[in-house]
T-cell receptor
């Protein structure tokens, strides 16, 4: 059974810092990995999708990497801003599936002005 | 991408009643899913809504408690039946347009059961 762990559970940084969020998963036979952002009481916004054949994906100040063999992914946020404050979730397909997702518990990020 | 709307956005319901949540997508999609997010928790998959056939439920979720309809490729409903306070959660639908396996989520329905 696929299990996803995110570390740290919470992170508070001053504005302008670069930061790294970590995600690990137990079953390395994944089709892809997706990072989401969730604002309090809201739905999820897709940030980045990394296919299993890729090593990383970039979107603006965000860069996500994937190491399937070690079961790890990182989300790098450059020059953090208060608007980046949210919960960040990583998700991978459940074992044997390409589409049904299992989620980590998230990292709650606070960027202080 | 896909634009997803859900109704209602939030509701407060009494124990023992039922609530039907609607999910509308702006394009035809094959795969639609329903997730639950309990307070302070991450998301858990409830079921896959299949067009033209019964939904496929995950372990721990049953059709009698969470009946799902999928009448066409742009719409689905999830009913939370015979509610108890433990059903208080955010319920989210998501879609996979099928091009790149990227999933998109609706804004969620915040349910409080008193």
């Amino acid at each position: 059974k696929q299990e996803v762990t995110q570390i740290p559970a919470a992170l508070s940084v001053p504005e302008g810092e670069n930061l790294v969020l970590n995600c690990s998963f137990t079953d390395s036979a994944i089709y892809n990995l997706q990072w989401f952002r969730q604002d309090p009481g809201k739905g999820l916004t897709s940030l980045l999708l990394i296919q299993s054949s890729q090593r990383e994906q970039t979107s603006g100040r965000l860069n996500a990497s994937l190491d399937k063999s070690s079961g790890r992914s990182t989300l790098y946020i450059a020059a953090s801003q208060p608007g980046d404050s949210a919960t960040y979730l990583c998700a991978v397909p459940v074992s044997g599936s390409a589409r049904q997702l299992t989620f980590g518990s998230g990292t709650q990020l606070t960027v202080l002005p | 991408s896909a634009v997803i709307s859900q109704k209602p956005s939030r509701d407060i319901c009494q124990r023992g009643t039922s609530l039907t949540i609607q999910c509308q997508v702006d394009s035809q999609v094959t795969m639609m899913f329903w997730y639950r997010q309990q307070p302070g928790q991450s998301l858990t998959l409830i079921a896959t809504a299949n067009q033209g056939s019964e939904a496929t439920y995950e372990s721990g979720f049953v059709i009698d408690k969470f009946p799902i309809s999928r009448p066409n490729l742009t719409f689905s409903t999830l009913t939370v039946s015979n509610m108890s306070p433990e059903d208080s959660s955010i319920y989210l639908c998501s879609v996979d347009p099928g091009v790149s396996y990227e999933q998109y989520f609706g804004p969620g329905t915040r349910l409080t059961v008193t």
